[in-house]
């Protein structure tokens, strides 16, 4: 069935450096991405909708220069953490709208922590 | 903004029992969604639900679209152990954005 991959799956940075977690839709194309960060017992909260070939949406609270989005091909989405700080650790999830189902995948997530 | 409430907030349950959760909005969903997320791992799709009033079974699972398109209740007979996990209603607006519940913290005591 289709899969969406996170890489990677886990990662511990220093504070003040920035961290760049993939988003890959591995057997159809995603036009559509979205990015969704969870924090320890609590829910998934939508960051921000990845459009290829187009410039990200950002949720309301959401720092679009602190969290960079690329979305560059019809399998690959990229968010950035620049400068990041403790408080930014994190579950970050991605899921891909297949384009021509319409279905949603999940990603497996990517746990950022950083000291 | 949209709000979803997802209750219980916790279960813990023996073997064998049924348990039901459901989800409420204040504005209406076109499309409901029933996530199980384990530790560590992403959310995975149970069941999805299209129409009002739909009611959908994937083996020991059941969901039900509410008629007001602003609720949603899953249900899981005869429980094992491995239902064991955090369980999250979604609802899918027209953007293609989902909103997500509080989640539900399922034990299960063999």
């Known amino acids: 069935g289709a899969v969406v991959s996170q890489h990677p799956s886990r990662v511990i940075c220093k504070s003040g450096t920035s961290v760049k977690i993939e988003c890959r839709s591995l057997?159809?194309?995603?036009?559509?991405m979205f990015w969704y960060r969870q924090f320890p017992k609590q829910s998934l909260m939508l960051m921000a909708t990845s459009n290829e070939g187009s410039k990200a949406t950002y949720e309301q609270g959401v720092e679009k220069d602190k969290f960079l989005i690329n979305h560059a091909s019809l399998t690959l989405s990229t968010l950035t953490v620049t400068s990041a700080h403790p408080e930014d650790s994190s579950f970050y999830i991605c899921?891909?709208?297949?384009?021509?189902?319409?279905?949603?995948?999940f990603g497996e997530g990517s746990r950022l922590t950083v000291l | 903004g949209q709000q979803l409430n997802q209750s219980p907030q916790s279960m813990f349950i023996q073997e064998g029992e049924d348990v039901s959760m459901n989800c409420t909005s204040s504005?209406?969903?076109?499309?409901w969604l029933w996530y199980k997320q384990d530790p560590g791992e992403g959310p995975v799709l149970l069941i999805a639900?299209?129409?009002?009033?739909e009611l959908t079974s994937n083996g020991r699972l059941t969901a039900q679209f509410g008629i007001t398109r602003k609720d949603s209740f899953l249900n899981i007979s005869a429980s094992i152990p491995s239902d064991v996990g955090i369980y999250f209603c979604a609802g899918c607006s027209n953007t293609g954005k989902l909103i997500f519940g509080q989640g539900t913290t399922l034990q299960v005591k063999p």
């Open positions: 057997d159809f194309q995603a036009t559509t």
């Open positions: 504005s209406i969903f076109n499309t």
């Open positions: 899921s891909a709208r297949d384009v021509n189902t319409g279905e949603l995948f």
């Open positions: 639900l299209y129409k009002a009033g």
